[in-house]
């Protein structure tokens, strides 16, 4: 299993990917989009911090398909904006 700080760090990558090409969109709906990507990193680092899980392998499994789920999402997003 990689570690908590591997984890943490594709979370900022794809996020910040994301946000980076919003920006090189940058229509009246792409504030959104980026508030969106704020927002779903929030709870990601929240959920990646959490110490109370009873299967920590099932836990960050569950949170790097989350990532891939809501990644995939925005970036759809971004491609109807352009």
């Known amino acids: 299993m990689a570690n908590v700080r591997d984890l943490k760090k594709d979370i900022n990558y794809v996020l910040g990917d994301i946000i980076e090409l919003v920006y ?6 792409s504030e959104a989009i980026i508030d969106e990507a704020i927002e779903t ?8 911090n959490n110490k109370n899980v009873e299967n920590p392998k099932a836990h960050f499994k569950a949170i790097k398909q989350e990532l891939e789920d809501k990644g995939k999402a925005l970036i759809d997003k971004i491609n109807k904006l352009g």
Do not use: E, G, Q, R
């Open 41 to 48: 990193f929030d709870d990601l680092i929240a959920k990646v």
């Open 24 to 29: 090189n969109v940058n229509t009246d709906k």
